[in-house]
């Protein structure tokens, strides 16, 4: 395969699950009638090959459109040196992953994780150290529907990002790319509140809805999980204070209001991928709030009620 001509702006999006394929197809679009930017699907398996057939299908509430990438493929060395990575792939593979786009990654790139996970950055870091790898995080209920299809099914769609400096030339170019691209997205200053923020609510909900499996609105309004519910996030905030991450007293309060407004029938991807017999990310949701309370000797009862079964339960 051909390698890609080199253009103004190059943005590849790693991962085109639900996040990646949504928000990659929204920068697609817009790319098409952008001669200056250039957006690429790092993909595989039969959604690729989807996608390099007919284009990348997306729907949500207020459209319906098919786009067309720039390049769509799984071999990365016929995509040259990226500007920016935007990732969105499954935080169980990031490790691997990170080796496998190293064709891509010149001195200037950027990397924009969108992954779950209060550790990611660090972990890209570790990797790419002369990269400037900024905070990134996703509140959107996305999935693949079929092959080169995305599906938009909540009422919620808003993306958070940044980095340590606070602002940029970069950060701010990327927060009016996105959101001319249709993407409700906002550069915070203190963007690693943004994630713990994120976190707080997907490793709660993603824990107790495969636990329990049930939706989001359950957990608030089921008389006997919503007790639960209440314990898991006081666990998750006393360690919050620990790590000095910044949440705001009365989080647990509102984030009961925010899932009994999220739709009746809707789940978190974990428990989605659970009932597939997929992996879940069950070590960087729920795993690691365990090893962070035994750190700081806080108590995580529910947390290790809910990693034990669900542990046992994939192992059986």
Excluded at 24 to 36: H, I, R, V
Excluded at 112 to 128: E, S
Excluded at 240 to 246: L, N, Y
Aim: glycine share 8%; net charge negative; with cysteine.
């Amino acid at each position: 395969m051909h390698k890609l001509q080199t253009a103004t702006t190059k943005i590849v999006i790693v991962g085109l699950g639900g996040v990646g394929g949504y928000y990659g197809g929204l920068l697609s679009k817009y790319a098409e009638q952008q001669p200056d930017i250039s957006v690429v699907f790092l993909a595989r398996g039969a959604h690729l090959k989807a996608i390099q057939s007919h284009g990348l299908k997306v729907s949500d509430e207020n459209q319906c459109f098919v786009t067309h990438p720039t390049l769509a493929t799984d071999d990365v060395r016929a995509i040259g040196k990226a500007d920016y990575v935007i990732m969105a792939t499954k935080s169980y593979d990031l490790q691997e992953v990170l080796q496998q786009i190293q064709p891509i990654i010149a001195k200037h790139t950027v990397i924009l994780p969108l992954l779950n996970g209060i550790d990611i950055t660090a972990r890209i870091r570790a990797v790419y150290p002369q990269n400037e790898v900024w905070y990134g995080c996703v509140y959107i209920i996305t999935r693949i529907t079929e092959p080169g299809v995305i599906e938009d099914s909540g009422n919620v769609r808003f993306m958070h990002f940044g980095h340590e400096k606070k602002t940029s030339d970069r950060l701010k170019f990327m927060e009016t790319l996105l959101q001319q691209a249709g993407i409700e997205a906002v550069l915070k200053e203190d963007a690693i509140r943004a994630v713990w923020r994120k976190f707080f609510f997907i490793s709660t909900t993603a824990a107790l809805t495969t636990y329990y499996n049930t939706d989001f609105a359950s957990l608030v309004n089921d008389v006997e999980i919503r007790p639960m519910y209440l314990a898991i996030m006081q666990e998750l905030y006393a360690i919050s204070i620990a790590e000095k991450a910044g949440l705001r007293e009365g989080l647990v309060e509102e984030l009961m209001d925010y899932g009994a407004s999220l739709p009746v029938g809707k789940t978190s991807s974990m428990n989605s991928d659970y009932l597939s017999g997929k992996p879940i990310e069950l070590e960087n949701l729920v795993g690691v709030v365990i090893e962070l309370g035994k750190k700081h000797h806080i108590p995580t009862p529910v947390y290790s009620q809910v990693y034990e079964a669900l542990r046992a339960s994939m192992n059986a």
